[in-house]
């Protein structure tokens, strides 16, 4: 796999140290990462596109492999794009799995060359979302440690 592109995409809205622990997982494995954050306005996001990607950029500086890019449309066009052979996904528990083996064989319908590689974080970052982190943050909780630092400071931002 060493000579391989992988994509990790996501909403990263916004990054926790979850994505940032398969991030540098993935970058183990594979020669080149992109980092690729869905310009999906649909899901209205709490964290602008630009916000999202500077802090994954922040985070993963140490890791001269990984890049970080935006994308919109169908992720196995974009995967076609980028000559990338696999798509990064992180699997915490159970409940991610139904949907993920959805999307994974759904994209491999589209694209028969698209394999999904689903990657494990520590156990300590498996009950981490991006949701949860929001609603700590909201209701005045820290966040801490769960998420990389500069997220600590968009979400204080956002506290009324
Ligand atoms: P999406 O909206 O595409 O699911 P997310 O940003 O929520 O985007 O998640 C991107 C990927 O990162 C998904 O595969 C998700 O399962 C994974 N992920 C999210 N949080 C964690 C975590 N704490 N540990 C490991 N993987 C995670």
């Given at each position: 796999m060493?000579?391989?592109?992988?994509?990790?995409?996501?909403?990263?809205?916004?990054?926790?140290?979850?994505?940032?622990?398969?991030?540098?997982?993935?970058?183990?494995?594979?020669?080149?990462?992109?980092?690729?954050?869905?310009?999906?306005?649909?899901?209205?996001?709490?964290?602008?596109?630009a916000?999202?990607?500077?802090?994954?950029?922040?985070?993963?500086?140490?890791?001269?492999?990984?890049?970080?890019?935006?994308?919109?449309?169908?992720?196995?066009?974009?995967?076609?794009?980028k000559?990338?052979?696999?798509?990064?996904?992180?699997?915490?528990?159970?409940?991610?799995?139904?949907?993920?083996?959805?999307?994974?064989?759904?994209?491999?319908?589209?694209?028969?060359?698209?394999?999904?590689?689903?990657l494990?974080?520590?156990?300590?970052?498996?009950?981490?979302?991006?949701s949860?982190?929001?609603?700590?943050?909201?209701?005045?909780?820290?966040?801490?440690?769960?998420?990389?630092?500069s997220?600590?400071?968009?979400?204080?931002?956002?506290?009324?």
């Amino acid at each position: 796999m060493k000579r391989t592109i992988a994509i990790y995409p996501g909403s990263f809205d916004p990054p926790t140290n979850g994505h940032v622990d398969i991030i540098v997982r993935a970058a183990k494995l594979f020669a080149k990462i992109i980092v690729a954050v869905t310009d999906n306005s649909n899901k209205n996001p709490t964290f602008t596109l630009a916000q999202r990607m500077e802090v994954l950029r922040k985070s993963t500086v140490h890791l001269p492999t990984v890049s970080v890019e935006c994308f919109s449309g169908l992720l196995v066009n974009y995967l076609e794009r980028k000559r990338a052979v696999a798509i990064i996904r992180g699997l915490r528990a159970i409940s991610d799995f139904e949907y993920e083996f959805q999307m994974a064989l759904m994209n491999r319908r589209l694209n028969r060359k698209a394999e999904t590689v689903f990657l494990m974080p520590d156990e300590a970052n498996t009950y981490l979302s991006s949701s949860l982190i929001k609603e700590i943050s909201r209701l005045g909780g820290s966040t801490r440690g769960l998420v990389p630092p500069s997220v600590e400071k968009l979400l204080q931002n956002k506290r009324p």
